[in-house]
């Protein structure tokens, strides 16, 4: 009895302890993107004297609002423990939509654009979902079919853009702030009230922390899967529509290497790629850390090359530090 007694006593210190532990680490983890933004901030203000400017923050903002509303899908994506590597391919795919569109639809063009991308996700959820395909792998079979439609329709010319309203939806300013990024933070507004206030953003949660469990809570898991792709989807169609009035025409070029910042956005931004926890402010946060690299690294001068690199080298961090070790073995 005594040996049993001098165990649990023993022991009980440790059990005690290890939830203030992890709670003080979860709250370094939160402040993680914030110190690393402000951080960014200064270097590239010492770096670049026209870098903290109006302007050029107001640059920043634009540039950022096609990250942005992909990103904010991907989010209910990773946040399931699943990923979504189609997401350049589906902008590229409802770019052209919305360019083929514009000039009968002007600024209505978006309704396609926003379809295209919403019955893209749909295929994708439905392949993960019923298909029971493993996310990784059809959504890159998918992004290589998305983008060979595009180069199928474009034959690799540019599909230009003229119609006057329908660029307005990038350009156009109200209050001196451009429309895209009105459009970027109403819709950043919307995604945390859906993930925050509603049950499909606790479902989404609940899967990514378990999905075994939320089947045996009566989660419909394959609806909530398709329902999120169809989000991303549809998300993917504005990002579309802003990339082409932006670029005014789209290729079969739009949107290449826009998963890998997506996907980094996200996860710099403290969602973590295991799934269960997400925050659509840190991934707000994630998108002006992976822009203003971009932004500030080209003032100051760095070698375009050496930026991938940097990026890819912040991706990697990142992860590192999110990631949830014990789950490592089960992302979906």
């Known amino acids: 009895m005594e ?7 023993t022991k009980t210190p440790n059990a005690t302890r290890e939830p203030g532990v992890n709670a003080k680490f979860e709250v370094v983890k939160r402040g993680v993107p914030l110190a690393m933004l402000v951080l960014l901030i200064v270097i590239f203000s010492i770096a670049s004297p026209r870098f903290l400017t109006f302007s050029n923050l107001l640059i920043v903002l634009q540039q950022g609002t096609v990250l942005l509303v992909a990103a904010l899908g991907m989010t209910f994506v990773i946040m399931a423990g699943s990923i ?61 079919v998305y983008r060979g439609i595009v180069l199928l329709f ?16 990038y350009t156009n300013r109200t209050l001196g702030i451009p429309h895209s990024v009105i459009i970027g933070l109403v819709l950043m507004v919307v995604a945390y009230g859906i993930i925050n206030r509603t049950v499909f953003g606790r479902e989404v949660r609940a899967i990514g922390g378990g999905e075994r469990v939320a089947i045996l809570t009566g989660i419909q898991v394959a609806r909530v899967k398709i329902y999120m792709y169809v989000l991303l989807g549809a998300l993917c169609g504005i990002a579309g529509l802003l990339q082409a009035a ?16 997506v996907i980094a956005a996200v996860v710099v931004g403290g969602t973590p790629l295991t799934g269960g926890v997400g925050s659509v402010v840190g991934t707000m946060l994630g998108v002006l850390i992976i ?9 100051a001068g760095v070698d375009p090359y050496l930026q991938n690199i940097v990026k ?21």
């Open 154 to 169: 474009t034959r690799g010319a540019p599909v230009s853009i003229e119609d006057e309203q329908f660029l307005d939806v």
């Open 246 to 261: 932006r670029a005014m025409a789209a290729t079969a070029q739009l949107g290449e290497g826009l998963e890998l910042d």
């Open 84 to 144: 979504d590597l189609s997401v350049g391919s589906i902008v590229a795919l409802a770019a052209l939509a919305a360019a083929l569109t514009a000039d009968s639809l002007g600024a209505a063009a978006i309704i396609p654009a926003i379809a295209v991308g919403a019955v893209a996700g749909l295929i994708n959820g439905v392949l993960l979902a019923k298909g029971k395909v493993p996310s990784f792998i059809a959504t890159m079979g998918a992004m290589v």
């Open 3 to 9: 040996t049993n007694v001098t165990s649990i006593a």
């Open 291 to 299: 822009t203003l690299l971009s932004n500030g690294m080209n003032m």
């Open 312 to 332: 890819g080298t912040v991706l990697v961090c990142a992860v590192f530090v999110t990631i949830d070790r014990k789950k490592i073995g089960i992302i979906k």
